[in-house]
């Protein structure tokens, strides 16, 4: 956010912060537990918040809350695996915790 004064130079805020999207890519799993709480989350209509914890290949990981805005299924041929591709809005701020 910028506001600048008749007299001086333009001042800066910070705005809201803006925590970001995870938008993973995955072989859909209907026996995977954390598929299916995923999409009881993209199919829940009211406002509320979920808890995700994400672990990177490095072994660190991330725990915030979001909201699931859909997770929808993609084929791309009679070859290929059927992909579930969601799109998590991240509403808190992320704790950081560095691989063991």
Do not use: N
């Not at 009881?40 to 290949?57: G, H, P």
């Not at 979001?66 to 992320?94: H, N, Q, W, Y």
């Amino acid at each position: 956010m910028e506001f600048q004064p008749l007299k001086g130079g333009k001042q800066k805020y910070k705005g809201s912060p803006d925590y970001g999207a995870l938008q993973p890519s995955m072989a859909l799993d209907t026996d995977d537990a954390g598929q299916t709480l995923m999409q009881v989350s993209a199919d829940d209509e009211t406002q509320k918040l979920y808890s995700f914890k994400v672990t990177y290949q490095d072994g660190s990981k991330r725990y915030f809350q979001g909201r699931v805005f859909g997770m929808p299924e993609t084929a791309d041929g009679a070859d290929s695996m059927l992909m579930a591709a969601p799109t998590i809005e991240i509403c808190t701020k992320p704790v950081k915790v560095a691989a063991a």
